[in-house]
């Protein structure tokens, strides 16, 4: 699957937060957008989800050279971001059970295979309200690198998490990335973008 931007801008009452943006997303070559707090990666990421309307320019999706509409790119994406909200009334298995019901999983993995990766079968039967910052982005994680989507957006997937917990996600991506339009959002933080070939700098186009 290729993301392509052509000439893409976005603003916010009449601040431009960025402007001119033309870049291509490729299949098997991760991405980083690098910026600083405040820089625009998120409303980027935004942007390229479908969930915010770009303010200029352009966002084409193609998939073997096949044109997506932008309506139906929902349905070809998983997004991990600490500002997304979890159902916190679940517990973890309802969470993954739920999940299921929309995305299908990687590799023909089962329900209980993913709870197994997750490292948190110990609080399978815990509502996600009652964990701690850490697990809750683990669970993102989750379900956003294992579901079987061809578009993969991560927005500072290491945030909340200990050194365990990024050597787990590492090697999630390390089994997870093939054949794959992945994107990181970063703010210089290696452990989330040490797999990644491409970077896009947002201070480039202010």
Known sequence: MQV??????KKFASEWIFRGLSFSFEQNAPTVILGSNGSGKSTLLQVISGSLMEGEGKVIYTSD???IEQEEIYKLLTIAAPYLELMEEFTLSESISFHGQFKAWRNGLTAKDILEISNLSHAKDKQLKNFS???KQRVRLLLAILSDT?????DEPCSNLDPDGCNWYAEL???HALNRTII???NQVKEEYSFC?????????K
């Open 4 to 9: 392509q931007l052509q000439n893409v801008g």
């Open 150 to 154: 061809p578009l993969l957006l991560l």
């Open 197 to 205: 070939v491409k970077e896009l700098l947002m201070e480039s186009y």
């Open 184 to 186: 990181v959002c970063s």
């Open 173 to 175: 991506i390390r089994e």
């Open 65 to 67: 050279a096949h044109p």
């Open 133 to 135: 910052s850490g697990m």
